[in-house]
């Protein structure tokens, strides 16, 4: 049973940083590719960063390009997202995501992933 638990999110003001960190368990983590995603109030969840199994591929959407970075720890079995210059547009709860296949190549809208249960970032203008 593959278990991610989120941490890092909060209220923050525009212009500020997060940190985001997701902890996988229940199966070998360093095979697997891993996301993130976010959902805003009313909104479908969309796609926000995803790296390869082994780290050398990261993919960003356009809409964090220049501001977030993905990252994973493969001894710690974690990923991160760091989130620079946060927007009020940016507020919306962050899943972690892993994918459901090992050694996958990045592909975000055809993976089959689990999911997190999400932790709330709140950008205040």
């Known amino acids: 049973q593959v278990q991610l638990v989120e941490s890092g999110g909060g209220v923050v003001q525009a212009g500020g940083s997060l940190r985001l960190s997701c902890v996988a368990s229940?199966?070998?983590?360093?095979?697997?590719?891993m996301g993130w995603f976010r959902q805003a109030p009313g909104k479908d969840r969309e796609f926000v960063a995803a790296?390869?199994?082994?780290?050398?591929?990261?993919l960003l959407a356009d809409s964090v390009k220049g501001r977030f970075t993905i990252s994973r720890d493969n001894v710690k079995n974690t990923v991160f997202l760091q989130m620079n210059s946060l927007q009020p547009e940016d507020t919306a709860v962050y899943y972690c995501a892993a994918d459901r296949t090992p050694l996958n190549i990045l592909d975000p809208q055809k993976q089959e992933w689990y999911w997190g249960q999400g932790t709330q970032v709140s950008v205040s203008s």
């Open positions: 229940g199966r070998t983590f360093r095979i697997y590719a």
């Open positions: 790296i390869s199994w082994d780290a050398t591929s990261t």
